[in-house]
């Protein structure tokens, strides 16, 4: 697990230089929108997104459309983008000191952009197009209109997303560019902080526990209410917000230090970004805690497999090993980009736990059951059998091992069993046995294939962050007779993809449109796709989840919306895959907005004939086809 570390550390230290002041006051940048007026923001550059940390800033446009959008400085257009998805329309401007400015989500490009922009998408007869100008063909002055701002593509509401990379594609922090439309003198504001057992042997209030910790606040300054007695190694997190004058947005918190009996111990500073670790997000926060309905916090230490390169840290990763009969001060101070700090302070006593904890379970126990977090098997037990041995019997089929509690709960005995150290197939207690489920040891760096009954897996180097106890499971759903395949545990992230092969029950599905689709106990079903081979499919994904085939065989839903050469489309189950329309069977462009269900013809000019045959194709992901006839 721990191996790769030292060539880590020394990469760390390497890079951690300090990052200046970029703002160049002969060729200053412009802000984007509203220059030189006091401007919002809805999101800093940072932030933890659900698997990236946002690239740029969001500056709000006053909840609607149409801001115009300024070139940040002179230059010329190198990348044009029309999408559905991501950023939507958005511009990418190279600049003579080298940095590339990109402006996302916007309603429409300049005009003599817009007119190249759509000769090329009749031209290539599609909507979503990339292209690429020759230098100068679009040349802006600083501050001239380059296209006016909007909520195209994964916006959820309208706003500018700003970036500004430099040449070799790193995203760079625009609040460092010295713009004083932004004004902020709020310091960060501290929501949650939790701390977690790092090894087997390390103990929080006597348990083996990511344990959240109470906090009170005086103005900028927290402090744990009560001290806090741990023993072994541990792992600080935090969750936390930043708040901008005038907002009430909840943007995110970049710098982060840690201090331990006045040595630090930890860094973090969200200033620089390679877009190619983008989804090491996922072992930045705690995956565990989020996907268990909790907030994304900061892990203060560097995890097993994290290879981001903006944290400073001591030879232990940010980890702190709380040594017997030993006070740490924690002392924790959080910026703003703008300077502004708050703090927090807790004392962390080293004491060897109890073994008899008054703590309760936060779980309905049914006798006997078990967790795995981590590498580490924790199981628990009713202890109720008098006169019997308290030990509990790990059968691994050729031999069998027996471990004592570590602790007690009131009255449940807690086991802790290392997995690296072998995989029990049951375990026993007195009378009360458990099967576990079918669990395989996954290593990174590594090619490993997992077959069961049902599931084949096919993980590559670059599938894991880290060692995985792959959990598989398979049932057919009573109700709905839905197979379901499981691959677990979810609170485990996967780096990239793996190859799945599905068995499916035979001559039960329609080769042409049964899918795979991910879901969840909340019954929601998202399209994965997959292709069949006799009765096995093979998809792949990025999640651990749950999995299942659906047939979908109704077609896309097409109506008129207003009359503005406007249609709604929809589909229910597998969603819309295409679409085409021809006006007397010629091809004609129709601009899409997924979020709305919208589409509307885009003509090519004004002295284009508007009236004739209409026919509109939608076709779903499962090969579904609608086609919508009318005059105009
Ligand atoms: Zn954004």
């Known amino acids: 697990m721990k191996s790769n570390r030292i060539n880590l550390i020394l990469l760390l230290f390497l890079y951690s230089l300090p990052f200046a002041v970029l703002a160049q006051n002969s060729d200053p940048y412009t802000f984007p929108i509203r220059p030189n007026k006091t401007n919002f923001l809805s999101g800093t550059m940072g932030e933890l997104r659900s698997s990236h940390f ?68 009749y031209k290539q007869q599609t909507f979503e197009i990339e292209l690429f100008p020759k230098p100068y063909q679009f040349a802006f002055k600083t501050q001239e209109v380059i296209g006016i701002s909007g909520n195209t593509g994964g916006s959820l509401g309208p706003h500018l997303h700003f970036e500004i990379r430099d040449s070799q594609q790193r995203v760079l922090n625009p609040l460092h560019y010295g713009f004083d439309e932004i004004k902020d003198n709020i310091p960060p504001i501290l929501q949650g902080f939790a701390i977690r057992p790092m090894n087997i042997n390390s103990r929080i209030s006597g348990e083996f526990k990511r344990t959240e910790i109470s906090i009170n606040r005086t103005g900028f300054n927290y402090k744990a209410i009560d001290t806090l007695n741990a023993i072994g190694e541990i792992g600080l997190e935090l969750w936390g917000h930043d708040k901008l004058n005038g907002s009430a947005n909840k943007n995110g918190i970049s710098i982060i230090e840690v201090e331990v009996n006045g040595e630090t111990l930890f860094k973090q500073n969200i200033d620089v970004m390679s877009f190619s670790l983008q989804r090491h997000i996922l072992v930045h926060y705690p995956y565990d805690v989020k996907m268990t309905d909790g907030p994304r916090y900061h892990k203060l230490y560097i995890d097993d497999g994290n290879q981001l390169k903006f944290y400073e840290t001591q030879s232990t990763n940010g980890v702190l090993h709380i040594e017997k009969n030993k006070l740490y001060d924690v002392n924790i101070k959080m910026y703003d980009p703008y300077g502004n700090m708050s703090t927090l302070e807790l004392v962390i006593n080293g004491k060897q736990s109890e073994k008899f904890l008054n703590n309760s379970l936060d779980f309905q126990l049914d006798g006997i059951d078990y967790t795995i977090e981590e590498n580490i098997l924790k199981i628990f037990t009713i202890s109720n059998c008098e006169g019997e041995s308290e030990e509990l019997n790990l059968n691994f089929g050729d031999k069998i091992e027996s471990i004592k509690p570590e602790y007690y709960l009131n009255n449940t005995a807690v086991y802790l069993w290392e997995l690296k150290n072998g995989i029990p197939q049951s375990v026993l207690n007195c009378n009360k046995g458990l099967n576990l489920r079918s669990i395989h040891e996954v290593y990174p760096n590594d090619y490993k294939v997992i077959s069961t009954d049902k599931m084949n897996l096919k993980f590559s180097p670059y599938s894991l962050f880290d060692t995985l106890y792959l959990e598989t499971d398979y049932e057919i759903k009573t109700n709905d007779s839905l197979e379901i395949f499981s691959m677990g545990p979810i609170t485990t992230p996967l780096k990239s993809s793996v190859e799945v092969e599905l068995t499916a029950i035979p001559n039960h599905y329609n080769p042409e449109k049964s899918h795979v689709y991910r879901t969840d106990d909340a019954g929601n079903f998202t399209y994965e796709g997959g292709e069949w081979q006799d009765e096995k499919i093979n998809f792949s994904t990025r999640e651990l989840s749950d999995y299942t085939i659906l047939t979908d065989s109704i077609a896309p839903l097409v109506k008129e919306n207003n009359g503005n050469y406007s249609y709604i489309i929809e589909d229910e189950l597998s969603g819309i895959k295409s679409y085409e329309a021809k006006l007397n069977g010629e091809w004609i462009l129709m601009k899409y907005e997924p979020k709305d269900n919208l589409i509307w013809i885009d003509w090519l000019n004004e002295e284009m004939n508007k009236t004739g045959e209409f026919v509109l194709k939608v076709t779903d992901n499962a090969g579904n086809e609608t086609e919508y006839i009318t005059k105009l």
């Open 54 to 121: 946002h690239a740029g800033i969001d500056i709000k446009t006053g909840g609607k459309i149409g801001e115009p959008v300024h070139a940040t400085k002179r230059g010329y257009i190198t990348r044009i983008k029309v999408s559905t998805s991501g950023y939507g329309n958005a511009l990418y401007m190279l600049h003579p000191d080298g940095n590339t400015s990109v402006y996302a989500h916007l309603d429409e490009f300049a005009p003599e952009i817009q007119e190249y922009v759509r000769q090329e998408q």
